[in-house]
């Protein structure tokens, strides 16, 4: 009863919050529908093909966690079974690695699924972050009046210097 509680007001809150200006309601739709699936708000935004980018850096951070942990696991089992206190058990890295260096490996290999595991998240948070600064340019005009000048400047500290404008008529 708890759990249905909090979720809904997590949505009421949610829903609360995407009433703001009118400005940002394209943006934090955007970012919610990322939030919730990954990669939705690239669609939201009309940039699909920003999707399978996201998807693709969050997958290569999954196969890295993936296989940090089964590495883990596979060490971790090497060590229970060499201090058991039986003789006849034998581990897959046998007469490979000393006790000391299953040590080693088990910490590096934990570091480095750690790092997997932020990598992931912050995939995760980047194509989040993507999408709700996607989402204010989603009507952002680009149009053809658009003109830019160069013209020269000079400043005290530096003699040789441009000028870029760009204005909108």
Known sequence: MARRLLLILTFAGLSLGLQGQASD???KRAALA???LPGAGQFINHQAWKAP???GI???AGYLLYTNQTTLNRLSTAID???DGDPTTVDEFDGRFTDSQLFTLKNETRRSRDYAVLGV???YLFQVLDAYA?????EFDVSPTLTGSLS???????PLGAKLTFAWP
């Open 25 to 27: 309601a394209p943006a």
């Open 34 to 36: 990322s939030a919730i």
């Open 53 to 55: 980018i996201a998807w």
């Open 58 to 60: 969050m997958a290569g």
């Open 81 to 83: 079974l060499r201090y």
């Open 121 to 123: 998240g912050g995939a």
């Open 134 to 138: 996607s989402g204010f340019l989603v």
């Open 152 to 158: 020269p400047a000079v400043e005290p500290l530096a």
